[in-house]
């Protein structure tokens, strides 16, 4: 299936067809065997097709899906090339038509009518192994795109509550409180002492709330999640590199006053985890 880069299943490397809803749809013009076997097999699910825009060659159906408007089945003959502004989908189970082969009774026995029958049950049986195998391979995609997700949850929503919980603790701070995480962070970052420590307090607790709630929230993309986790906490490890007492001899290892600061790499790896996760979780071409 060929659908806009901005469809709500482009980052599915398969779906089922009733996913795809009542399109719009961009397919062959009327009378043609494409539209009426797309017209025939979503009737088959009790969906009505809505066609937006009708042609013939492939290469016009894609770039009406890249230009948005709408989606198409697309037969491995016409994937190539495919637009930019395209996804290509694995429809499971695998989409398929139905061709016959007539001749008349008086010709069977005929040694090409004979060899043709021969060549194209032989190529029958081969289509059927292929889409049996492009089933399977469909499945599998989906199972490993679900636990691509799965497996990010629980480093965002360790991060987000602890972070969230920071927030919600910072936005009543006091003026002391207010005072020392002012001072903490003006003297690894000097532009900061023109901030009143009320306002930065005030103001590092919204940001600390929002990030914890994008964390929290699984329909923030893990992209924009991981940067801004990945930008708080090297906001932090700036802290332990540049105030004082932090850190040992060695200008690495932290002290015992740095150790807080420190673990806050922790945070930082699963930011970037989730940047590498979203950078190559990323459809892969279809056969």
């Not at 097999?41 to 009406?64: C, G, K, M, W």
């Not at 060695?250 to 600061?261: F, S």
């Not at 996760?277 to 279809?286: F, G, I, M, S, Y």
């Amino acid at each position: 299936m060929a659908v806009p880069a901005d469809h709500a299943l482009a980052g599915r490397p398969a779906a089922e067809l009733a996913e795809f809803g009542d399109g719009p749809w961009i397919c062959g013009t009327p009378g043609t065997s494409c539209h009426d076997w797309l017209c025939f097999t979503l009737r088959s699910q009790q969906a009505e097709p809505v066609i937006a825009h009708t042609a013939n060659e492939y290469a016009t159906q894609l770039a009406l899906v890249a230009a948005g408007l709408g989606i198409a089945v697309m037969p491995r003959l016409g994937r190539e090339p495919v637009p930019a502004g395209v996804r290509l989908i694995a429809v499971t189970p695998a989409l398929c038509r139905r061709i016959y082969a007539a001749w008349r009774d008086a010709s069977a026995r005929r040694p090409a009518i004979a060899a043709t029958v021969t060549a194209l049950r032989a190529a029958a049986a081969g289509a059927r192994e292929w889409g049996s195998s492009h089933d399977r391979r469909g499945r599998k995609a989906g199972l490993m795109g679900f636990s691509a997700k799965a497996r990010r949850l629980p480093g965002r929503l360790a991060a987000g509550a602890f972070i969230l919980n920071a927030g919600l603790g910072k936005w009543s701070a006091d003026e002391e409180t207010a005072a020392r995480l002012h001072g903490t962070a003006a003297g690894s970052y000097p532009f900061l002492s023109r901030v009143k420590p009320k306002d930065f307090a005030r103001l590092l607790a919204v940001g600390e709330i929002a990030l914890g709630s994008a964390l929290l929230v699984p329909v923030v993309p893990p992209a924009a999640a991981g940067a801004g986790l990945t930008a708080f906490s090297a906001g932090l490890l700036g802290l332990y590199a540049r105030t004082p007492g932090m850190r040992k001899e060695d200008g690495i290892r932290p002290t015992q006053q740095g150790t807080p600061l420190a673990k806050d790499v922790w945070m930082l790896g699963i930011g970037l985890g989730l940047i590498v996760d979203a950078l190559t979780d990323r459809p892969a071409k279809q056969d």
